[in-house]
Structure formats: structure tokens, C-alpha cells
């Protein structure tokens, strides 16, 4: 009797993991408008989890600090709450490394909801409107 080396039924509902690694990103911005020139800065870990020949890919953010403060302006607090939904993002890669399929794209649209129903409650106005309907779209796209 001959051995299948695959498991026929019932295979894992996991995929296994290869390599995780955990960066520190730290992003630096420099604007330069008429009047004055502004620097940003945004840090935050992010958690790579790599399986199946680095096909598919789970990138997790956490510990954001904007301008080396973690203590929030009210519209950094925002940019980050319309963010949120993509900070946990499942995905597999063709050959090219371009993105071919997100995994957790229903988790992300139902957190996006969620994340919009708190937006709008918390805060106003046409800058919220635009940043609101521009995420909608581009999760939907």
C-alpha cells in the first residue's frame, strides 16, 4: 500500500508560517508651502508574516506615534482612525510581486463600517466627508 504524502480531507484551515519579521518604519515628510516648510514624521511597527514560497503575506501595524508624540492632534487621530481598517491586511502576491488577492477583504469592508459609523459620530465637516467617501471608494474599487 502506498503513502500520500497530501492530506486529502480535511487540510488545515491555516496556512503555515515561513519566516515573521517585525520592522520599526519610521516615515518622514517634508512640505514646503508658500509661507512656511512643515516635517512630519509617522513610526509604527509592522509585523510580516511570510508562508507558502512568500505567496501570501500578512502585514500587521501597531504603536503609532505621529511626530514622535503619542498623543494625537485631532486630525492625526483622525487620519488614523480612517486608516485602521487597513492595519491588519491578509494578502497573496503573483509571480511579479504585484498584490493578486486580499484575503481579508470582507473583514476589512465590515471594519470599515464600523470604522465610518465611529468617524462620523466623533467628527464633521467636508474634510471628514471627502477623507470618509475617498476610503469607501478606494475599498470598493
Known amino acids: 500500500m502506498q503513502k500520500d504524502t497530501y492530506i486529502i480531507t480535511n487540510p488545515p484551515k491555516y496556512k503555515p508560517i515561513l519566516s515573521e519579521v517585525t520592522y520599526s518604519v519610521t ?3 517634508k512640505e514646503t508651502g508658500l509661507s512656511k516648510t512643515t516635517n512630519s514624521s509617522i513610526a ?9 514560497e512568500h505567496i501570501f503575506n500578512i502585514w500587521k501595524k501597531s504603536n503609532f506615534c505621529l511626530n514622535n ?5 485631532k486630525m492625526d487621530d483622525l487620519h488614523l482612525k480612517v486608516a485602521k481598517p487597513l492595519n491588519n491586511l491578509k494578502f ?4 511579479n510581486r504585484m498584490i493578486k488577492d486580499i484575503h481579508n477583504y470582507n473583514v476589512l ?14 467628527y464633521s465637516g467636508d474634510v471628514v466627508e471627502e477623507l470618509v467617501q475617498k476610503m469607501t471608494d478606494r475599498l470598493l474599487d
Open 27 to 29: 516615515i518622514q515628510q
Open 44 to 52: 509604527y511597527n509592522l509585523n510580516v508574516e511570510k508562508s507558502n
Open 69 to 73: 508624540s503619542k498623543d494625537n492632534v
Open 92 to 95: 497573496s502576491i503573483d509571480k
Open 109 to 122: 469592508l465590515k471594519e470599515w463600517t464600523q470604522q465610518q459609523h465611529i468617524i462620523l459620530k466623533e
